[in-house]
């Protein structure tokens, strides 16, 4: 029986061939265009389903990965390890965590609001015969069918929710990352950065929490709050028409967290951090781009600004800077002729105004999802524009150890709970001395196994007393001094007016 099916279906198959043959050897790529074109119209005709595709690679901006290629593999990659039988598991950029996806040619089923889609994983053969410099060969994509009927379903719901839910994925499973900005090469006449890049970045694992952090619990509560509010308010910042952006000043003595106090924050969001180094900025239009380059759910942080650059009450001096420049012009163009070009200015030329618009001009608003916080030992030497309301929305101020973070410390570093039979004696200190968090955490610290908490709490007691009492002598000196001032302001003032009246008493003689 099989030989007689193979009897009547080998003349088909052969005629079927021969046609074949005759239609590459000899049709024109005209006509097979036209025939093609045809066909694919007759196909669809009877063809129920639709095709999207999503290509790996974009071929604007030197063919960099998709975005939304990115994120739906991530989306992918929870129903492939259940229904695939074959997984391709590709490394982050870091290298240390692996992302399993379906292998190429394969095909996962997915259901939304009762409909079924397909998703398969495929990858175009490779150009053999042409050398490409930007990987224009490698063809992966994934392609998603369905049925005609929920073509608006799934264009206007369902690829909004793959692409939620895959960057959902990746931003509760990425490795996050503190960031710095790379010096820029000032020769030839146009900053070039380390390989290509504006910041460099390392694994971001500070371990600092709030349940850590000393500080009031009032007024650590409050700050949690304000946190996770902002978070969550991206259409309440777009109602009332504001970048989703959040500027903090905290600024204290040294030693009071300040830096402890941002990777708190930054750990209770999961955001990466990019530590601002003005100094290595050239000029606004860097500092700009720099902006440009971050990304959202990010923590943009300048420490010490006070120190970062010349930005301190700047307006104020204005007008002293301008004469000292016209006075000084000639000189420096005399002196930049002698040198003859053989050194350049690399100081960075940032100005206050240029950082103002960082803050909150237009182009603040790229990317969204971002807090901008300041720290500073002085604030008052802050130029009042540079810290105003809408600029730095909420001023956190750190002062010296009060009994409550004290308790924080006592918890963190000794396991002390509730109270010990040293914390009255310590309270009573507290009240008396201005300590930092770090001189009292360094107190508490066991420095051997053998020091147990009664150890380091009657350490602490004692460096609490010689503080007090070196506090006290330096109060005394310092009247003393001002004591002195005084009588030596006094004396001068007699001297003048003895030599007033002796230089009176001669013009008299003279006159006589």
Not at 25 to 37: A, D, S, T, V
Not at 196 to 219: C, I, N, Q, Y
Not at 245 to 262: A, D, V, W
Not at 494 to 506: I, L, M, P, T, Y
């Amino acid at each position: 029986m099989m030989q007689d099916v193979w009897t009547q279906f080998g003349p088909t198959i052969a005629a079927i061939m021969f046609t074949w043959t005759m239609y590459q050897n000899y049709f024109p790529h005209e006509l097979r265009g036209h025939i093609r074109k045809y066909t694919n119209k007759l196909v669809s005709y009877f063809y129920p389903y639709m095709h999207i595709t999503f290509y790996e690679l974009e071929t604007e901006g030197w063919f960099e990965q998709s975005k939304a290629y990115v994120k739906i593999e991530r989306y992918l990659s929870k129903n492939s390890s259940t229904q695939a039988k074959r997984l391709k598991a590709n490394a982050e950029k870091n290298g240390e965590s692996l992302v399993l996806t379906m292998d190429d040619h394969k095909e996962i089923i997915d259901e939304y609001k009762g409909e079924k889609v397909w998703w398969i994983s495929s990858q175009k053969p490779a150009n053999r015969q042409t050398i490409s410099l930007y990987r224009e060969d490698e063809k992966r994509y994934f392609k998603l069918k369905f049925h005609k009927k929920n073509r608006d379903l799934i264009t206007n719901s369902y690829l909004k929710y793959v692409l939620d839910e895959g960057k959902a994925i990746s931003v509760k499973e990425r490795q996050r990352k503190l960031y710095t900005n790379n010096k820029g090469d000032g020769d030839g006449g146009g900053y070039r950065y380390r390989g290509g890049r504006m910041w460099s970045g390392v694994v971001f694992e500070h371990p600092s929490t709030f349940d850590t952090l000393a500080m009031d619990p009032k007024k650590k509560q409050e700050l949690i709050d304000d946190l996770e509010s902002f978070s969550k308010s991206k259409d309440y910042y777009a109602k009332i028409g504001k970048a989703w952006k959040r500027g903090f000043l905290i600024y204290g003595p040294p030693g009071m967290g300040k830096s402890s106090m941002i990777a708190a924050m930054a750990n209770l969001l999961k955001y990466d951090i990019y530590d601002l180094e003005l100094t290595s900025v050239k000029d606004n239009t860097e500092l700009r781009k720099l902006l440009i380059d971050t990304t959202g759910k990010s923590t943009i942080v300048i420490e010490d600004i006070d120190c970062s650059l010349d930005l301190t009450g700047q307006r104020e001096k204005n007008k002293k800077k301008k004469e000292d420049k016209d006075k000084n012009e000639e000189d420096a163009v005399k002196e930049k002729m002698k040198k003859g070009g053989e050194e350049k200015e690399k100081q960075s030329e940032v100005t206050l105004s240029g950082l103002l618009n960082f803050i909150d001009g237009l182009w603040s608003a790229i990317g969204g999802e971002r807090l901008i916080i300041f720290t500073t030992n002085y604030v008052e030497k802050l130029d009042p524009a540079l810290i105003r309301r809408g600029r730095m929305d909420k001023h956190i101020v750190l002062s010296y150890c009060c009994f409550e973070s004290f308790k924080v410390l006592a918890h963190n570093y000794l396991d002390v709970v509730e109270s010990h039979v040293h914390f009255p004696e310590i309270r009573r200190l507290l009240e008396e001395t201005n300590t930092t968090p770090a001189d009292i955490a360094e107190n508490l610290m066991p420095k051997s196994s053998k020091e147990n908490a009664d150890t380091c709490l009657e350490r602490l007691i004692k460096a609490l007393e010689i503080a007090k009492e070196e506090a006290k002598l330096k109060a005394e000196e310092e009247e003393k001094a001002k004591v002195a001032e005084k009588d030596n302001g006094a004396t001068e003032e007699v001297k003048n007016a003895d030599s007033v009246n002796e230089k009176e008493n001669g013009d008299a003689i003279s006159k006589g």
